[in-house]
């Protein structure tokens, strides 16, 4: 388990190391609203790819803790910080998800 935070904190570190010179560079988003515009680009696919993960991120959220108010609260984080609040949600709920992992199934 400690193995797993490791790695998650070290993917968090320099993803928010990659992201600091771009938010130096446009801190109003104007790359960000352009691609937007044009929706014929991989970079608006990727765009758009990365919303679809925010959403299914709310789901999961949801789903595990059955509750619409942090699942909503998650996804605007996740809109906000992208997937490093995915990366700070797992290592929140990292040893609660891992002891539910290993629970056995009581459906059939």
């Known amino acids: 388990m400690k193995i797993t935070k490791i790695i998650i904190c070290v993917?968090?570190?320099?993803?928010?190391l990659f992201s600091m010179p771009v938010l130096i560079a446009d801190p109003t988003l104007t790359t960000f609203i352009e691609i937007l515009n044009q929706r014929e680009t991989?970079?608006?696919?990727?765009?758009?790819?990365?919303?679809?993960g925010f959403v299914l991120f709310a789901v999961l959220v949801y789903t595990?803790?059955?509750?619409?108010k942090r699942a909503l609260m998650?996804?605007?984080v996740a809109n906000l910080l992208g997937n490093p609040a995915f990366a700070i949600y797992l290592l929140l709920n990292l040893d609660k998800l891992s002891?539910?992992?290993?629970q056995p199934s009581t459906e059939s």
């Open 11 to 16: 993917g968090l570190i320099v993803h928010v």
């Open 42 to 52: 991989w970079a608006f696919q990727v765009t758009s790819d990365l919303l679809f």
């Open 64 to 68: 595990l803790e059955g509750s619409l």
């Open 74 to 76: 998650w996804f605007v």
């Open 99 to 102: 002891s539910a992992r290993l």
